[in-house]
Structure formats: C-alpha cells, structure tokens
C-alpha cells in the first residue's frame, strides 16, 4: 500500500530552519506531483508549497521566499526547507501525492501521518 512518511519536525527558535522529508513508498513516484500542507490548533488545513514531476513549484504567498520545495525520484523523497522561520509557521506539516498539480488539499490522493513544527519566539 501507500505511505508517505514525513520527518524533520522539532523546535526551533525564530528566525531558524528546518528540513522536512517525506519518503514514499507503494506507488510511482515520479508520477505524482506532491504537495505540502500545515495546519494549526483550531485552523483549517493550509497549502505550503507543492512541486510536480519536472521540478515546478508553486508557493503560498506566506512561505514564499522563505521555504523551498525540492524531490529526488531517485529516492522517492520529497524536502521542504523552512528557513527564517516565525511563530507562525508552527503547526504539524503533512506531505501529501496527487495525480494533478494542485494546491487544493482535495485533490490529493494520499496523506502522510504528518510532523510537528513547533516555534518558539
């Protein structure tokens, strides 16, 4: 089956960074365009960034300039560097495939169990 794994998740203090992986097994890859989403205590699910089998990316407006999107098909791992990271990008982060290249969390096929991304001020 399925699984998408995220790990990388901790504290850090503002203003710092951190590397988010997720490893995917039980389907192609490369087929997938794959996407990252947050959600905070008592707030919706958030896109974050996404990025499609060639290497194309689209960002949030929050995160932009900020966070970068990366793959490697040859591992099956998808990355997300947090730089200068503020209070307010706290939140447990999910990666997450889909079929289509979208930052509509409902077009994503397949959901890892998520890592907590906690920041001090």
Do not use: H
Not at 21 to 42: D, E, N, V
Not at 45 to 72: C, H, L, M, P, Q
Not at 91 to 104: E, G, M, N, P, T
């Amino acid at each position: 089956q399925v699984q998408l794994v995220e790990s990388g998740g901790g504290l850090v203090q503002a203003g710092g960074s951190l590397r988010l992986s997720c490893a995917a097994s039980g389907l192609t890859f490369g087929a997938y365009a794959m996407g990252w989403f947050r959600q905070a205590p008592g707030k919706e699910r958030e896109f974050v960034g996404n990025i499609n089998w060639r290497g194309g990316v689209t960002y949030a407006d929050s995160v932009k300039g900020r966070f970068t999107v990366s793959r490697d098909n040859a591992k099956n791992t998808v990355y997300l560097q947090m730089n200068s990271l503020k209070p307010e990008d706290a939140a447990v982060y999910y990666c997450a495939a889909a079929l289509k290249f979208s930052d509509d969390p409902t077009k994503y096929n397949y959901w890892g169990q998520g890592t907590l991304v906690t920041v001090s001020s």
